[in-house]
């Protein structure tokens, strides 16, 4: 086995820990972030601390069996514009990620075998696993890593990728024509030509526009699978992949069905087939299906119907705590919003453990206003944060709104829970003398809204690191930048965090960032959702996952 | 009666030429960009400007209805099959030829497909709810009609009112706790998967039985009240005063004058099955037209949507052309006029 190339930062960070002044999480996450093997970090952590690895209590597992699993089928002829997380629960089983975020939150080289930033983490060396091949036979190269990132950062594919990592990817190009509205018309490339640049048949490099920490992160984003170029960015039932299974049947809105295929270069499969069932997403049908043992596992199983599910005896509850959340972001271009002594009020006037309660029961945990998690691994703990009515009217008033305010809120119909929130922030904000009216909508129409309704709430899927959701929703300018926030100060603290392996200094930028978030910011956060569901305990390796990520490869089932 | 088929038909095809028009003046007015909606919330406008180009959703209105209506009768090729959008759209009949509704967005599949697949599986659930509800609702009806103010007609009406007031979803809730949560006699969803442990026959009793409570109780009701009507006109008691016996009179003259107003709404049940059962269909997750129909309007499948409301209005008025069919057979009178 050939030596891991370490870091320069990786010694610091070990000292860092052996001093206490990292926790083990923060040292398992950056160590493996800069490029440190998970089991070599996890075994560097135990010999400071004498804590095992986690054992991953390797029950034996079965082989053979055919599970059968709730989830909306979509149509996934393109996973490059795959836009929801259950999408790649079926071309991921297929085709796979040059990376892996774990249950435990963790990022590993998959289809990779390591990756090695500079010191100043704005040049990336990815090495690709030797001994992966595709299906047909061919070995997986560096060739097919190249061809399918430069697709995914180009405009015509339609991928998300290119909003995720524009800022140290891509040019923004100005085509020279308007829109409708008058508007240029930007459209994108690299932001030079050896941005992707080939090393050798195994290694690949990317040279960056701007010191980036979360690119391992990135290359696991959902659509962000490898095809074969063979087959020019489509996927169908049998799509060439590397993955665990083959699809043999798909047809989208009633269920598709997977084979193992055999020698797979990683873990399992141990089970013979998956076939996913498609019961519309009604929550009842769900539950149903659950209940009378249609299916042996669901997507997700909303908290409220929780209950009913765990009074079956051939069931298990299985939940993650998360970052996923939804924030109730003020325009701050909108009035009465362009001031930042409103947007603080409002925060005043909520107490987010209340809202929280109301809305998840058991369920969440309360969030601070500063859209970073407490597992995010550069969380910084503030003071903890006070509802405070009087100084919430004593703001609006110094804002000119002494005599009350009236604003709609705009929320999304489905899951039910929105309306659970945004009720109980409705009655906090009436005491601070804040009329809020509340809209809800269709959530196809919500997502035609998001980045112009002056005041709404928006889902934040989970994130393993807090930046990534920073530098998308909060950057002046950021591709995902709903509120329209734009303040230099917060730039520049997102700026320097984000080129910080140190995580001891990353935090202390962070309890700044957070702070002024608190302060200026343009959010109301109240939870962060815990994701929930249930199997049948027949099934074996089963763990819930942060983004709701499937790994059938690890499944198998009890007869 | 020819005329009647021809000047039928004739408004049949101004109807449906009308309302696919207004359909799609409808879609113009309808939430959201389909484009968005298929690159998702984070797409950059860059992107979506694109894929709107590809999908030809910047053309006028007119250009687009012109477009689609030359697309299905066969006199244009389909634009968005091969590489056009970079979606991977493919239809193995080609891009032109008759009843050609285009691409679902929301499924990646050709309408025609989409629409075979689950109208069979609807037509399914009709035949077995409808062959259900007329033989009891008719037995039913005649019975509380023939004996109308005594304590069987009371226990149907009484029966029959509060089922009818029932809405379906708590029809199906209490038939799921009893028969599936509660016995565990039958499967508690009907996605009709394959191998699934339930039977496709075992999936398919809840939702029938859903069916046929919600038709049967409304259509005893008329029956009921059109035997009562009938029995009091004269030429029943003529007939009773010919000696004839009283099954006679039930079966070849009551019956026969009975049936004109509840045929009309045996055929509304037929159209309701056929197009518009989306709460039952979405409860028990039955592949069918209702449960398409929710999730082509969740997503804003715009030429889905546009094909199934072009079926539902093509059902509904060959079920009302029937309707007139029927009434001219039964009735000689109407036949005359």
Not at chain 1, 351 to 379: L, M, N, Q, R, S
Not at chain 1, 432 to 458: L, R
Not at chain 2, 73 to 84: E, K, M, R, S, V
Not at chain 2, 242 to 259: D, E, I, Q
Request: aromatic share 8%; net charge negative.
């Amino acid at each position: 086995m050939s030596k891991e190339k370490v870091h320069g930062y990786i010694p610091d960070l070990t000292g860092q820990y052996r001093d206490g002044r990292v926790s083990r999480r923060e040292f398992i996450r950056t160590a493996t972030l800069l490029g440190l093997s998970a089991a070599s970090a996890y075994g560097l952590a135990g010999t400071i601390d004498g804590i095992a690895s986690p054992a991953h209590a390797q029950e034996a597992k079965p082989k053979g069996g055919v599970l059968r699993l709730e989830t909306t089928v979509y149509d996934v002829k393109s996973p490059a514009v795959a836009n929801t997380t259950a999408h790649p629960w079926i071309y991921s089983q297929v085709v796979e990620y040059l990376t892996v975020i774990g249950s435990d939150n963790v990022t590993r080289p998959h289809l990779l075998e390591s990756w090695e930033p500079s010191d100043d983490l704005s040049v990336w060396t990815l090495r690709v696993r030797d001994g992966v091949t595709w299906h047909s036979g061919r070995a997986f190269t560096a060739d097919d890593v190249i061809w399918n990132l430069t697709r995914l950062l180009s405009d015509e594919v339609g991928s998300s990728m290119l909003g995720l990592m524009k800022g140290y990817m891509l040019n923004d190009v100005d085509s020279g024509k308007t829109d409708e509205n008058g508007k240029k018309i930007i459209t994108h490339e690299l932001w030079a030509p050896n941005a992707i640049e080939k090393v050798d048949d195994m290694t690949v490099r990317l040279n960056l526009k701007a010191p980036q920490l979360a690119v391992p992160e990135h290359l696991n984003h959902y659509q962000a699978v490898m095809l074969d170029p063979a087959e020019g960015g489509t996927f169908d039932v049998g799509s060439n992949g590397t993955g665990a299974f083959t699809l043999t049947e798909i047809e989208p809105g009633r269920g598709a069905v997977i084979e193992a295929v055999e020698s797979y270069w990683g873990e399992g499969p141990y089970l013979d087939k998956v076939e996913f069932v498609d019961l519309g997403g009604g929550d009842q049908a769900i539950i149903n299906a659950l209940i009378s043992g249609q299916v042996h596992g669901a997507f997700q199983v909303q908290p409220e119907l929780a209950r009913i599910l765990e009074a079956q005896d051939h069931l298990t509850l299985y939940d993650v705590t998360t970052a996923d959340t939804a924030v109730s972001r003020m325009r701050v271009t909108e009035k009465p919003f362009d001031d930042p002594r409103v947007r603080k009020a409002f925060r005043l006037a909520i107490d987010p453990a209340k809202a929280c309660a109301v809305a998840f029961g058991p369920f969440a945990t309360p969030a601070e206003h500063h859209h970073v998690a407490p597992i995010h691994p550069e969380y910084a703990k503030l003071p903890e944060w006070k509802q405070d009515v009087e100084g919430a009217k004593a703001l609006l008033a110094e804002a000119g709104y002494g005599d009350g305010l009236e604003v709609e809120l705009t929320i999304q119909q489905n899951p039910p829970h929105h309306l659970r929130s945004a009720t109980a922030m409705q009655e906090m904000l009436k005491d601070a003398g804040v009329t809020c009216n509340i809209n809800v909508v269709p959530n196809a129409q919500y997502w035609d809204m998001w980045t112009t309704v002056p005041f709404g709430t928006t889902v934040w899927a989970h994130r393993p690191l807090g930046v990534i959701n920073l530098g998308l929703a909060y950057r002046s300018g950021g591709a995902w930048n709903e509120s329209g926030y734009s303040n230099p100060e917060f730039d520049r603290l997102l700026t320097e965090a984000e080129a910080m392996p140190d995580p001891e200094v990353r935090r202390g930028k962070m309890a700044e960032i957070e702070a002024l978030m608190q302060e200026d910011g343009p959010i109301v956060q109240t939870y962060w959702r815990k994701l929930l569901t249930f199997y049948d305990k027949k099934v074996v390796g089963f763990e819930m996952h942060p983004t709701y990520a499937l790994f059938a490869n690890k499944l198998a089932i009890r007869a | 009666m020819k005329r009647i088929l021809i000047n039928r038909i004739v408004q049949f095809l101004v109807i449906l030429l009308i309302a696919s028009f207004l359909l799609f003046a409808v879609t113009e007015f309808s939430p959201g960009n389909v484009a968005a909606k298929i690159l998702g919330p984070y797409a950059l406008d860059s992107q979506v400007r694109m894929l709107t180009g590809r999908l030809h959703l910047d053309d006028p209105l007119l250009t687009r209805y012109l477009r689609w209506l030359a697309t299905l009768t066969g006199l244009l090729p389909n634009q968005l099959g091969g590489d056009a959008t970079g979606l991977g759209l493919t239809d193995p009949r080609g891009a032109q030829y008759f009843g050609n509704f285009g691409f679902s967005l929301m499924q990646g599949r050709p309408i025609v497909d989409v629409l075979a697949d689950r109208f069979a599986h609807t037509v399914t659930l009709a035949v077995w709810a409808i062959g259900l509800t007329i033989p009891i609702s008719l037995a039913l009806g005649v019975l509380a009609g023939t004996t109308a103010g005594s304590w069987i007609d009371r226990t149907i009406t009484v029966i029959t009112v509060t089922l009818t007031s029932l809405p379906e979803f708590v029809v199906s809730v209490a038939l799921i706790f009893v028969f599936s949560a509660s016995l565990g006699w039958l499967p508690g969803t009907s996605p009709l998967a394959q191998g699934d442990r339930w039977s496709e026959a075992s999936q398919l009793v809840l939702p029938v039985a859903v069916l046929v409570i919600a038709s049967s109780a409304y259509v005893t009701r008329i029956v009921r009240s059109s035997v009562v009507d009938t029995l009091a006109r004269p030429f029943v008691r003529t007939a009773r005063l010919k000696g004839l016996s009283p099954l006679r009179v039930t079966f070849f003259h009551v019956l026969r004058n009975a049936l004109i107003a509840p045929i009309t709404v045996i055929l509304l049940q037929i159209n309701w099955i056929l197009t518009g059962v989306v709460v039952v269909e979405a409860i028990f997750a039955y592949p069918g037209i209702g449960r398409l129909m929710l999730e082509a309007a969740l997503f804003g499948d715009l030429y889905l949507i546009q094909a199934l409301t072009l079926i539902s209005l093509t059902v509904a008025i060959a079920t009302q052309f029937l309707g007139d069919l029927a009434y001219v057979l039964l009735d000689p009178r109407i036949r005359v006029a």
